[in-house]
């Protein structure tokens, strides 16, 4: 695997909350000087990326990002709103509280709206589902997650989104708040886990807080990753080195 290679497996992201007009333009040219798959940026911010980047590389609208809670209703207006501003790919966060009490049906019935809306809209477009493994702490849950996203039609199950956070104050929910920091159960495990349950049915994207260039290697070449979500990549490939690539 060249650089070039690597490079198209990237989606690189722009997701903060103080996210500035010229920090989205930086990013969108370092897609284009990089060649990245995708920049993935709020619906709002995909007009701006999208004079950048034109058709040079996708754009992804995310949805429901990051916590995943709002009405249907608004997930799918969110994914009409980043295809109309110029995205060819939607990455959308299931409601994960849902999951958490059982109603699968409620969280299917959801995905499929948005896939639909997605491929009824623009019949090319790439719909990812955020599963937020970070509170899916058995191999059931795990499991039950990715089936529920390949029934929708998605085009990938996606294990993070690296803003995980928070407890029921109940006690009803199982852990603590000190138990679901954002990069937990998002590594090599986690995503293995996912490559056998699916088995090649649905394309992975895998994301959290991955650490070097070694670990993305190893899940596009072992694990058969199609889509990489990290912000540190350009970093990485500046540091490594043409002679890195040699052996790759």
């Known amino acids: 695997m060249n650089k070039k290679e690597f490079c198209s497996f990237i989606d690189y ?6 996210i500035s007009r010229k920090s989205i333009e930086k990013r969108s040219r370092e897609v284009i000087k990089y060649g990245f798959a995708c920049l993935c ?10 004079n950048i980047i034109g058709n040079n590389a996708s754009i992804s609208g995310v949805v429901g990002f990051p916590a ?19 995205a060819n790919e939607i990455d959308v966060v299931m409601n994960i509280s849902r999951f958490k009490d059982g109603d699968y049906e409620y969280v299917l019935n959801e995905l499929k709206q948005i896939v639909e809306t ?15 493994t970070p509170h899916l702490k058995e191999r059931n849950e795990l499991a039950k997650a990715c089936e529920l996203v390949i ?11 690296g803003f995980a956070t928070g407890y029921d104050g109940t006690g009803d929910s199982g852990y603590t708040d000190e138990a679901v920091g954002p990069f937990d159960n998002t590594g090599i495990d986690n995503v293995k886990a996912i490559s ?11 994301s959290g807080n991955l650490e070097n260039l070694e670990e993305c290697i190893y899940y596009i070449k072992e694990l ?13 490939i500046e540091e490594s080195g043409d002679d890195y690539w040699k052996d790759k």
């Open 13 to 18: 992201s722009i997701l903060w909350q103080n």
């Open 41 to 50: 940026c709020y619906p709002a911010d995909v007009f701006i990326a999208k």
């Open 68 to 86: 995943g809670f709002e009405t249907t209703k608004t997930k799918v207006q969110e994914t009409l709103t980043a295809i109309d501003n110029g």
């Open 118 to 132: 997605a491929k009824n809209k623009r019949s090319d477009c790439v719909v990812k589902v955020i599963i937020e």
């Open 151 to 161: 029934a929708s039609g998605a085009d990938y199950v996606k294990n993070a989104t």
């Open 196 to 206: 056998d349950i699916v088995n090649g049915r649905i394309k992975i994207k895998a």
């Open 224 to 236: 058969g990753v199609s889509r990489i979500g990290n912000d540190y990549i350009s970093q990485w």
